[in-house]
């Protein structure tokens, strides 16, 4: 029987586990900076509303080139008029009577000539159109960039918890060993008590950085519109060495690629291209305009008989002196039903203008509209020059904070070995009761601190030089 109920139990283990697994399948999931940054690329709010942007532009330069062809337009109207009212197929009036009636016509006008504006239109949105694409190409890489930090900010963030832990593991070995010759008589309670305060200071510094991973994961999670940080886990990659020779190339060598190259100095050249294009549609506004119409027109109306036939009439003239009348036979039309096909072939009319529009005055508007777009052309040579400064300035300090990283780095490192062997030297003479637990506490507090810096020069090191590649076109990664 306990068997049996031992297989029932097993049997209903193996269920919920498999139940479970799909679950724990995704809570294992990794997530690299590669599929982090596709994940803010697809469902980035800014990123899709930039797009959006995108499209409508988009849609502005195909109108544009719409609007260098003739226009079509066809009307019809039906009518119903009461007493005095006119017929428009006859253009006489009637009185006291009802006419139905119904016109249609169809109408095209094509500019001919307009001072080059609507091929200069179609240019300027053509640049509008390109400097959306840059500006969403800069969205992406400032996302990228954000995103790469946060990345590394978490693998920062991780490895201070594990120094932190090794570091209370250690503590935690010396407090037993204090215990022991406390409780031996070797030491006094003071050393036993010194020791176990650094033991939780230690522990409080664990859970301070585990705070700290724990905002990282979100703050990474929440520039991806993740629901939630909730079994969110990056992929660790194996980073290299910091390694010098990723500063060979300088500033100016950085800068030379970066403004060939990177799109938001594109969006600033196209928006100055653009301002240039609007420049000359508003000095086109003081050419004579040329312009072609046509139009074709038919109508009826039931108030309108055609002649279907003649009668003769015979009419008196005048009577002779003996008082015969004088008539005289004259023929007459006589009119009868007029059907709506025979109107609306009839009733055909075609019309073809040629339109001059010559400026003359127009309340200082034209002047107006083309100092203002000097004045727009020159806002945006402005702001080229200011997207080239801030980018030189960007790579700059990149640089400058690259080699800082670096130096410190290389500092770092030789004082870590020189700390590390030191520490190894007053934890011996600790052991044998020859340093005391606050200068114990002091080496091996500055043994943290060191290899805390060490860490922190490290990845801002890998963050800048990903920067400088950056700018120099290369990819992201670590």
């Given at each position: 029987?306990?068997?049996?109920?031992?297989?029932?139990?097993?049997?209903?283990?193996?269920?919920?586990?498999?139940?479970?697994?799909?679950?724990?399948?995704?809570?294992?999931?990794?997530?690299?900076?590669?599929?982090?940054?596709?994940?803010?690329?697809?469902?980035?709010?800014?990123?899709?509303?930039?797009?959006?942007?995108?499209?409508?532009?988009?849609?502005?330069?195909?109108?544009?080139?719409?609007?260098?062809?003739?226009?079509?337009?066809?009307?019809?109207?039906?009518?119903?008029?009461?007493?005095?009212?006119?017929?428009?197929?006859?253009?006489?009036?009637?009185?006291?009577?009802?006419?139905?009636?119904?016109?249609?016509?169809?109408?095209?006008?094509?500019?001919?000539?307009?001072?080059?504006?609507?091929?200069?239109?179609?240019?300027?949105?053509?640049?509008?159109?390109?400097?959306?694409?840059?500006?969403?190409?800069?969205?992406?890489?400032?996302?990228?960039?954000?995103?790469?930090?946060?990345?590394?900010?978490?693998?920062?963030?991780?490895?201070?918890?594990?120094?932190?832990?090794?570091?209370?593991?250690?503590?935690?070995?010396?407090?037993?060993?204090?215990?022991?010759?406390?409780?031996?008589?070797?030491?006094?309670r003071g050393n036993l008590l010194e020791i176990q305060s650094q033991q939780a200071s230690e522990e409080l510094q664990v859970v301070n950085y585990e705070n700290q991973l724990m905002l990282s994961i979100l703050n990474?999670?929440?520039?991806?519109?993740?629901?939630?940080?909730?079994?969110?886990?990056?992929?660790?990659?194996?980073?290299?060495?910091?390694?010098?020779?990723?500063?060979?190339?300088?500033?100016?060598?950085?800068?030379?690629?970066?403004?060939?190259?990177?799109?938001?100095?594109?969006?600033?050249?196209?928006?100055?291209?653009?301002?240039?294009?609007?420049?000359?549609?508003?000095?086109?506004?003081?050419?004579?305009?040329?312009?072609?119409?046509?139009?074709?027109?038919?109508?009826?109306?039931?108030?309108?008989?055609?002649?279907?036939?003649?009668?003769?009439?015979?009419?008196?003239?005048?009577?002779?002196?003996?008082?015969?009348?004088?008539?005289?036979?004259?023929?007459?039309?006589?009119?009868?039903?007029?059907?709506?096909?025979?109107?609306?072939?009839?009733?055909?009319?075609?019309?073809?203008?040629?339109?001059?529009?010559?400026?003359?005055?127009?309340?200082?508007?034209?002047?107006?509209?083309?100092?203002?777009?000097?004045?727009?052309?020159?806002?945006?040579?402005?702001?080229?020059?200011?997207?080239?400064?801030?980018?030189?300035?960007?790579?700059?300090?990149?640089?400058?904070?690259?080699?800082?990283?670096?130096?410190?780095?290389?500092?770092?490192?030789?004082?870590?070995?020189?700390?590390?062997?030191?520490?190894?030297?007053?934890?011996?003479?600790?052991?044998?009761?020859?340093?005391?637990?606050?200068?114990?506490?002091?080496?091996?507090?500055?043994?943290?601190?060191?290899?805390?810096?060490?860490?922190?020069?490290?990845?801002?090191?890998?963050?800048?030089?990903?920067?400088?590649?950056?700018?120099?076109?290369?990819?992201?990664?670590?």
């Open positions: 029987m306990n068997q049996m109920a031992s297989k029932v139990k097993i049997i209903i283990l193996l269920i919920l586990l498999g139940l479970n697994l799909p679950v724990s399948i995704y809570s294992q999931e990794t997530w690299s900076l590669e599929k982090c940054i596709n994940y803010a690329f697809e469902h980035n709010i800014k990123i899709k509303q930039q797009i959006l942007n995108t499209e409508y532009n988009s849609n502005v330069l195909q109108q544009s080139k719409v609007e260098l062809y003739p226009n079509l337009n066809a009307n019809a109207s039906y009518g119903s008029s009461f007493g005095r009212a006119l017929d428009q197929t006859t253009y006489q009036f009637t009185q006291n009577q009802a006419v139905q009636s119904v016109n249609m016509n169809l109408s095209s006008s094509v500019t001919l000539f307009s001072g080059f504006q609507k091929l200069n239109t179609v240019k300027q949105n053509e640049f509008n159109l390109q400097a959306s694409l840059k500006d969403l190409d800069k969205l992406k890489n400032d996302i990228s960039l954000n995103i790469a930090a946060a990345y590394l900010q978490i693998l920062f963030s991780t490895e201070l918890v594990e120094i932190a832990r090794s570091q209370v593991e250690i503590t935690k070995q010396q407090v037993d060993r204090t215990g022991i010759l406390f409780n031996a008589g070797s030491l006094p990474l999670s929440q520039i991806l519109d993740l629901e939630t940080a909730e079994n969110f886990h990056i992929e660790v990659p194996q980073l290299s060495e910091v390694q010098e020779a990723e500063l060979l190339y300088g500033v100016d060598s950085v800068y030379t690629f970066a403004v060939e190259s990177l799109p938001q100095i594109k969006s600033a050249e196209y928006r100055k291209e653009s301002a240039l294009k609007g420049l000359e549609i508003a000095q086109g506004s003081r050419i004579p305009r040329l312009g072609l119409s046509a139009n074709y027109g038919t109508g009826y109306s039931d108030a309108r008989q055609q002649v279907t036939g003649t009668r003769l009439d015979t009419v008196a003239i005048g009577s002779t002196p003996l008082g015969v009348i004088v008539s005289n036979v004259y023929p007459s039309p006589v009119y009868g039903n007029y059907p709506m096909s025979d109107q609306f072939r009839d009733n055909v009319s075609t019309s073809l203008f040629l339109n001059l529009s010559i400026p003359i005055f127009a309340n200082y508007q034209i002047r107006n509209g083309i100092r203002n777009s000097k004045i727009n052309v020159e806002n945006y040579a402005l702001e080229l020059e200011n997207s080239k400064n801030g980018l030189y300035k960007e790579i700059q300090q990149a640089y400058a904070d690259a080699i800082a990283a670096l130096n410190k780095y290389k500092a770092s490192q030789k004082a870590l070995v020189a700390i590390e062997e030191s520490f190894k030297y007053t934890q011996e003479k600790y052991n044998v009761g020859l340093v005391s637990t606050v200068d114990y506490n002091v080496a091996k507090n500055q043994v943290t601190k060191t290899k805390s810096d060490l860490l922190q020069s490290k990845y801002d090191y890998i963050f800048k030089t990903n920067i400088l590649n950056f700018y120099r076109g290369e990819p992201i990664k670590l």
